[in-house]
T-cell receptor
């Protein structure tokens, strides 16, 4: 897990609620990423940020939002517009090529 | 346990034997590759990487082989141990932008006592 922390480890959401997943890194990496992991599939990119105060949509950004106010932090909000949010969410940070992952947050919609 | 890894191909090996995990990548322009190990309920852990100007790279008990002709990557684990049981997946990248990583679904390695 290195210097990347994610919280909480498990999160339960009722339908219609927004929830925010935390990601913090102390590796001094400029770039941070959010991925979604579903059974039997490769990681899919939700959002990424190459620098503070800037972020870009990934392949599956609909229903998600992010902010990057500090270099160390890249929180992900799963909104009620995300129709199938139950998944394992992974945050990563890295240099221009290599990525290092946090321990993940398991989100379940009740 | 973590539901990641359901419906994945599984490789079962005897403890002490060598393991070979394969990955077919998609983009002939990819020039950087990483192997990750993911234990149940945890985030992926970087194992070893290789650039396209190399065919082979060795680490501690692990070797990655790259065959660009057929777009194939393999991870060899020597003297497999119970702690090696996990899902292993490869990642490919091109043009040095982190957002361009493409991740494979992975293979579950099961080490038999």
């Amino acid at each position: 897990d290195g210097g990347i922390t994610q919280s909480p480890k498990y999160l339960f959401r009722k339908e219609g609620q927004n929830v925010t997943l935390s990601c913090e890194q102390n590796l001094n990496h400029d770039a941070m990423y959010w991925y979604r992991q579903d059974p039997g599939q490769g990681l899919r990119l939700i959002y990424y940020s190459q620098i503070v105060n800037d972020f870009q949509k990934g392949d599956i950004a609909e229903g998600y939002s992010v902010s990057r106010e500090k270099k160390e932090s890249f929180p992900l909000t799963v909104t009620s517009a995300q129709k199938n949010p139950t998944a394992f969410y992974l945050c990563a940070s890295g240099t221009s090529d290599t990525q290092y992952f946090g321990p993940g947050t398991r989100l379940t919609v009740l | 346990g973590e539901s990641v890894g359901l419906h994945l191909p599984t490789l079962s090996v005897q403890e002490g034997d060598n393991s070979i995990i394969n990955c077919a990548y998609s983009n002939s322009a990819s020039d950087y590759f990483i192997w990750y190990k993911q234990e149940s309920g945890k985030g992926p852990q970087f194992i070893i990487d290789i650039r396209s100007n190399m065919d082979k790279r060795q680490g501690q008990r692990v070797t990655v082989l790259l065959n660009k002709t057929v777009k194939h990557l393999s991870l060899q684990i020597a003297a497999t141990q119970p702690g090696d049981s996990a899902v292993y997946f490869c990642a490919e990248n091109w043009d040095n932008y982190g957002q361009n990583f493409v991740f494979g679904p992975g293979t579950r390695l099961s080490v038999l006592p």
